[in-house]
Every structure is written in structure tokens, then in C-alpha cells.
């Protein structure tokens, strides 16, 4: 037989729900079909089997909530899957038998059960206890599982020893990651002066825990800083007008965000040491810019991400940034369109909030938080003037991007947005 194991869908996901099934028992399945829904911290998405059998039990109902990631969900015929637990041995019924004392030349430790030791690699020719996402992921990265050991139930090898294997073992698994530290102590609101039936409390869906968590880990181990500037955005403005008149047959609109979003991505390959990341190992400095933007959804937020930014126009940009919104808030974004990124672009000048400063999302390096354009007066020599100037601030993770590096990134950011043409050239 063979576990279908809750599947690990983001690397922060610790538990998920179990929104539908798509078999029955009795079923036969073939790898590559869909089996089931699960809903995740950022989105809901199908589950493919990755092995062929019929469905021999439904281990976790339609709709289950918090279902552990590596908890057996269903069981299908196969050869492979993790042994079942021993029982402990059933009392005897001779009662005489119970009764019997036991020789005294048998220490009572040595019937003590010694802690298990890890388990070594298999051998050749022994049976290899793996989930099949943990097989997929070794095919992926040429690893054989022969030589890696099983840290799951059972000595069952998981997603997390392969990846611990791909890095070297030093990678870490996200859950003790993030459950690593002493946690602060939070009171109730009772406690804290709250009266009772003077509230209505709403549950925490995993999207919400999933950023609680987060936030909380990067705003308190990351050292940040602000950088601030003002851009004038009149020309921006009557650029987007004439892209837009041009655009306007195809259906497309570029909006301002999308001149962000290009201009951020040319400034992040004209200063490479912003497109970067912190690592125990070392400085990641990243290929490509590829920026997240931040897109509010019920319950929370999510960071769709525009792949390779640098080399795309302001219309693949705007068709693009569109379509990952409009599937974030149906929550149909695959892994991979969410995961990962090199920076992000959190904009609320919609909401007319000027200015604002954003957390880091990690392992991003910076993040930049635009706020509204609006007229406010400015100084041209000696004279005053009414111009439209919208605040930006970049949050840098100090870790990796310095003062000086934030500030020329912005010196390269700044004249694009005001100047859209440098960036059309």
C-alpha cells in the first residue's frame, strides 16, 4: 500500500484544510491526477497523485480543518507504503500465566524500551519508506534515497531530508524554524481589561496565522531601516495617458503601479546590490529582478510576482500584474506565482495614505511602500510651484543592503518615474 501524505504546498506551510475530494474509495488512480483540494495559508490548489493505485481508504474527511503536513490523508494499493505501528502486545488471558513473577535474574531494564536511534540509510535491496512528494523532489535534485535517512513517522523519508540533503543538511525544516525561541506569553483580553460579551472573536484562518508568524519573525530578527524620497509624477502621469490612448485597442491599461514596477526592476539591475538576499552561507545576489507586488485578498494579503521584470514592457507588465491579481483574490495562484521573489512593491496610494513603511518579506532584501500622488507645493529656484509628488519609502533589510546602497537605488528609481521616457528607451 501507498500514503497519500498532507502535501508541504509553500515552504512556511505547516497545516492545511481539506476543502474536497475528488475520489472515492474504490477509485483507480493514475499519476497526474487531480485527487483532492487543500487549502493552504495563501491559496487553495489541486493535488495531483503521484503514484497509481486504487483508493483503498479516505483517512482525513471533506472538509477537515488543520490536518498536519506529512499526516496520512488516504491509502492506495501500492508496495510502499510506511509500516504500521506495532501494537503492544496483548494481555495473556491465562490468568495464572499474569500472575507469574518475573525471573529475577531479568533486570527490569532491560525491558524498558530504549530510545530509538535515527535510522540509517537503506541498504541495497531494503525497502525505502518515502512520501511521494519526498520522491519527487530526490528525482528533481538527482539525490538517491538510498543515502539519505528518514526523519518522518516511522523513519519514513519527508520533504524536509531531501531538502536538508539538496543544501547540504543545513537546511532547516520551516516548522522547527519557526517554533525555534521561547514564545512571548500574550495575555487574554480579560485579562487585559477586556469584559467578557463585549466582543465577537472571528477564528484564525491559516492565511492570517500564516502572516501573524511571519511579520512578527522578520519584523523582530530583521534590522530594518527607512529611506524616503518625494517624486514629481506630472510627466509620469501624461506618459500613461499617451501609453493608454496607444494601448487602448488591445484592451490594455497601465496603471501607475505598473510604472513602479518597471521602474523598480531597472533600478534593482542598475544597483544589483538591492536585488539581493541574507543567507547564514553568504550574500544571494539575484539574476533577475523579480518583484512581488502586494495584493490585498479577504482575510489578508498575498504577494503575486512579476517574473524577470527587467525585460518586460509596461504592457506585458500591466497584462500580467492583472491577471495574478484577479486570481490572488480567488485564491487560484499556483506555488510558484507567489513563492520566492527577489523584492516587493506594497502600494496604498489608492487608499490616499501619503506615506507609509512596510515589513520585509523575507528572504526578500528591501521593499518599497508607494503612497498617493497629490499636489503639494514645491520649490523651483526661488519660486514655488504646484506639482503632483508622491512619497516613496524603501525598507531595507541592513543585513544585506547598507544605507549607501539604498540610497542609489533610489537615485536610479527616482528620475525614471519622474522621466518615464528613460525607462521607454
Given at each position: 500500500m501507498t500514503d497519500i501524505l498532507m502535501p508541504a504546498l509553500s515552504p512556511t506551510m505547516e497545516e492545511g484544510n481539506l476543502s474536497k475530494w475528488h475520489v472515492k474509495v474504490g477509485d483507480?488512480?493514475?499519476?497526474?491526477?487531480?485527487?483532492?483540494?487543500?487549502?493552504?495559508?495563501?491559496?487553495t490548489m489541486e493535488v495531483e497523485a503521484v503514484d497509481e493505485g486504487e483508493v483503498l481508504e479516505i483517512l482525513v474527511a471533506e472538509g477537515a480543518?488543520?490536518?498536519k503536513v506529512n499526516t496520512p490523508i488516504a491509502r492506495l494499493s501500492g508496495d510502499d507504503a510506511a509500516p504500521?505501528?506495532?501494537?503492544?502486545?496483548?494481555?495473556?488471558?491465562?490468568?495464572k500465566a499474569e500472575e507469574t513473577p518475573e525471573p529475577?535474574?531479568?533486570?527490569?531494564?532491560?525491558?524498558?524500551?530504549?530510545?530509538?536511534?535515527?535510522p540509517a540509510p537503506a541498504?541495497?535491496?531494503?525497502?525505502?519508506?518515502?512520501?511521494p512528494l519526498a520522491r519527487r523532489l530526490a528525482k528533481d535534485a538527482g539525490l538517491d534515497l538510498k543515502s539519505l535517512k528518514g526523519t518522518g513517522p516511522h523513519g519514513r523519508i519527508v520533504k524536509a531530508d531531501v531538502e536538508a540533503a539538496g543544501k547540504g543538511g543545513a537546511a532547516k525544516s520551516a516548522t522547527a524554524a519557526a517554533t525555534s525561541g521561547e514564545p512571548r506569553k500574550v495575555l487574554s483580553l480579560e485579562q487585559q481589561g477586556i469584559a467578557p460579551g463585549s466582543y465577537d472573536l472571528i477564528p484564525l484562518d491559516g492565511m492570517r496565522k500564516a502572516i501573524a508568524r511571519r511579520l512578527t519573525d522578520s519584523f523582530r530578527d530583521v534590522p530594518h531601516f527607512p529611506l524616503v524620497i518625494d517624486c514629481e509624477i506630472?510627466?509620469?502621469?501624461?506618459?500613461?495617458?499617451?501609453v493608454n490612448a496607444m494601448l487602448e485597442p488591445q484592451g490594455i491599461k497601465v496603471s501607475v503601479n505598473d510604472f513602479v514596477m518597471k521602474a523598480v526592476a531597472m533600478a534593482l539591475k542598475a544597483v544589483p546590490e538591492a536585488n539581493a538576499s541574507y543567507t547564514p552561507e553568504g550574500i544571494a545576489m539575484h539574476h533577475h529582478a523579480d518583484v512581488a507586488m502586494a495584493v490585498?485578498?479577504?482575510?489578508?494579503l498575498i504577494t503575486p510576482i512579476i517574473r524577470k521584470a527587467e525585460t518586460k514592457s509596461l504592457a506585458e507588465i500591466a497584462t500580467e500584474s492583472k491577471d495574478l491579481a484577479r486570481r490572488a483574490r480567488d485564491r487560484k495562484l499556483k506555488p510558484d506565482e507567489f513563492q520566492g521573489g527577489t523584492f516587493s512593491v506594497s502600494n496604498l496610494g489608492m487608499f490616499g495614505i501619503k506615506s507609509f513603511a512596510s515589513i520585509i518579506n523575507e528572504p526578500q532584501g528591501a521593499i518599497m511602500s508607494v503612497g498617493a500622488g497629490e499636489k503639494r507645493p514645491v520649490v523651483r529656484g526661488d519660486k514655488i510651484e504646484i506639482a503632483t509628488v508622491m512619497t516613496v519609502t524603501l525598507t531595507c533589510d541592513h543585513r544585506v543592503v547598507d544605507g549607501a546602497a539604498?540610497?542609489?537605488?533610489?537615485?536610479?528609481f527616482k528620475p525614471m518615474i519622474e522621466n518615464p521616457v528613460t525607462m521607454l528607451a
Open positions: 483507480t488512480v493514475s499519476a497526474g491526477d487531480v485527487i483532492a483540494e487543500i487549502e493552504t495559508d495563501k491559496a480543518e488543520g490536518v504500521a505501528p506495532k501494537k503492544k502486545d496483548e494481555p495473556k488471558a491465562d490468568a529475577k535474574s531479568e533486570p527490569k531494564a532491560e525491558k524498558a524500551e530504549a530510545p530509538k536511534a535515527a541498504k541495497d535491496g531494503e525497502r525505502i519508506f518515502a512520501s506630472d510627466g509620469l502621469l501624461a506618459a500613461r495617458a499617451q490585498a485578498i479577504d482575510g489578508g539604498g540610497a542609489r537605488f533610489l537615485q536610479a
